[in-house]
């Protein structure tokens, strides 16, 4: 098996070496990243300027743009063979409820998927480095069985692990997305010159955290893994749609 | 009635001041957006840079960040009064099937509807700036039918216009969205410096641009509104999903 | 005659307009200058990405880049004819002593000079938009004589203008430049998510002030022009430079 | 002894790693570079946003800033000790002539300088690896003699070495600077999508490197140094330029 791993953190992070190790137990891995931390860089793409590769002395490529712009590059222009599935991650840090939407490694994922490959994402719900192998555990025995039991084509799978010892980890759930309350994360401040500025800040309060959802798995000791769909269409509103808009007259 | 403009094209860009002047005649228009063509920025966020604003001569805030950087900001520090509506627009090109995924002005009115907020994003098919004002004016029809017909509180609506005059327009058609081919569109070559770089190029052909895409309304004269959800759990993959983890043993 | 104007503060701010409109009177003038602030910018070049422009309403150029690529770029690229001189500014701020090494507005005047053009650069030392007037006047006197005056080929100008009405100003003082004392100029912080962060500050108080600096003229209610040369070679340090080489044996 | 260490090309690149270790024979040494390639960075400064740094599994630390922010937060922030001399390079290329002006090697090196440290930039004019080793042999036993010949305190030298191996190395040269001829530098294309961009190419062509410049010594064989000195007041010719300026009437 071949796999494309990428991340959002950037080649240097901790997450991606521990999960390059330990998918190389069982596939050729190709790592491709970007060349500096990308958090929060969505599916965007590097449009106005070329993009450029650095091989490091450890055989990971290193690129000037975004996830999306990594797993788009290697796939249609630096592997030699399409590699059978692309995995991202280990992201730092939870990627549950809505920060799927800005997420960079749920990105690189999502352009695997929409180049037609089978792609997972990964995140450890904490801090502690130490914990990036339970993830990368958890991960290897996804893959196992995505041999045997393979995705619908427009999905792809989102997991979240705690940041936990893998014998503290009590199973492994299928999730929904859950959601955050988005507002009052922002802060004003001033610069050093006096200027007015604003930051993101801490994420909003669960909004929506109940059983069933991703974040109520990891609170609860769980892996959760999220199937998610790539087809943004809202086909159950197209008929109401369809009626209000009759009335229009252009 | 108040509205919260945006767009990635960027604040100087002929697109949304013909909406923000199409869209004065109904409403109270607040436009702040992005200093910079943003183009490709999807859902990104500035995360390790603070974000600035500049008040134009024209009363439009610039920002320097994202779309998505705009729209949170605005609601969440800007305005005096949340708003009633975000819509983003007028794109320069553009925003069918898989574009959407990586149009910062689709998700500017992403950001809105999470910040709970009625959103539509509105882009331009083509490129004679002339023709505008056909998809300033589908907009405000919209809206104005909008008022008695909310929309579901997880979607936006996505609608795209032919570059044609109003009187060659045939009509609005409820659209899913359709798919483009996305091999083959990264193009590599050297700089002057005879460094290899690569391009995205070329939007790559339709694969799926059948009748009721988005693609085949613009292709027939008419303007295509497709309604997006927000939430991607890909509910009907949990049962199966559930039944295949059943086998892992951490 | 012809002007090439540029700035470092971008093509938007007031420093700039207002100049624009007081050469205008006494030359044809072309506005080239940077899409965003470049303060601090030096003479830095765009070499791995490639510049873009976009003419304004008012037929300003904006450029996606540094003072020093609008300067070459119009030069070599832009337009039609060489301009007769090159003046940067009016910079929003005193660029005095130590500032002129970091400044992307003399450095806009500096790639005047290499490549051949006399060239000035212009700042307000004071932040009171409304006595750009002042710093407007003193620059079109000093071209004017500049005509009868011509500069060594290797020699620009830097004008420093105190915010004050032109009433006010006692004249205009020849000046070297003074020093700024360097330490304890950066702070360290935490961002919102608690990385370590670090800031330039406040500007370093002055550590040579004297007479005949042009942080004394400014004090002292004058207009300060500090010729500065363009060739960094240390000549006088030669002989004995090369005496200590001497004893080197590779 | 301790020296800081810097250079533009990125704490990544060869140059720096070669010369790191060649220093750590005679000195305590720490590197404290620019996360990505500066080249072209001058002595620009970040100012609108914070610094970050990171340390390597080297021990290096990487900035998210140019050469003059990491000799700048290095000295007031990050070190205990303040260095007795700052070295930047090895740069991969030439820095000789006007490119001094540019070079954020250079600029780095004068950073150091107006901080108060003796500062040393170095360069190796050509491209093949191999010859790094012989830049830094040179610029140890620059450093050795520096020693007990202290630099006059507003000048740093500038060394250049040719990508010969050590055998081959006819010497030092003290030199001045020379000159390119800057015009026809640039060159226009077309991106992808048939915008117009600009790019700067190759080097121009030699004006000035006749005898006693740096571009003869690297030519014939020899390393080049040449001093340069930080204080750009041209006081030449601030009597005529006074005299002049006596007839202005404001």
């Not at 958090?39 to 975004?66: E, H, K």
């Not at 800040?201 to 669960?206: A, T, V, W, Y």
């Amino acid at each position: 098996m071949r796999i494309l791993l990428s991340n959002d953190d950037g080649v240097y992070a901790k997450g991606i070496q521990v999960l390059q190790q330990a998918l190389s137990q069982i596939a050729d891995v190709i790592t491709v990243g970007p060349d500096r931390n990308c958090s929060g860089a969505s599916n965007s793409l590097t449009l106005l300027n070329p993009l450029r590769t650095q091989t490091l002395d450890n055989g990971f490529i290193a690129v000037n743009g975004t996830p999306t712009d990594c797993v788009h590059l290697a796939i249609s222009q630096l592997l030699d063979h399409t590699p059978d599935l692309v995995v991202a991650g280990i992201n730092h840090g939870a990627n549950l409820g809505d920060d799927v939407l800005y997420s960079g490694t749920v990105a690189a994922a999502t352009e695997g998927r929409h180049l037609g490959l089978p792609a997972i994402a990964v995140s450890l719900a904490g801090r502690e480095e130490a914990h990036f192998a339970t993830a990368a555990h958890v991960t290897v025995e996804v893959i196992k069985k995505l041999k045997s039991h393979p995705l619908p084509a427009d999905q792809i799978l989102n997991i979240n692990v705690p940041a936990i010892a893998l014998s503290e980890l009590k199973g492994i759930m299928v999730t929904r997305l859950g959601r955050r309350h988005k507002a009052e994360t922002m802060s004003s401040d001033t610069d050093p010159w006096g200027r007015k500025i604003y930051w993101y800040g801490s994420l909003g309060p669960e909004l929506d955290a109940g059983e069933g959802t991703d974040f109520y798995a990891i609170a609860n000791g769980y892996a959760s893994i999220t199937p998610l769909h790539v087809d943004m269409s809202a086909y159950k509103s197209m008929d109401t749609l369809e009626q209000w808009l009759a009335g229009i007259r252009l």
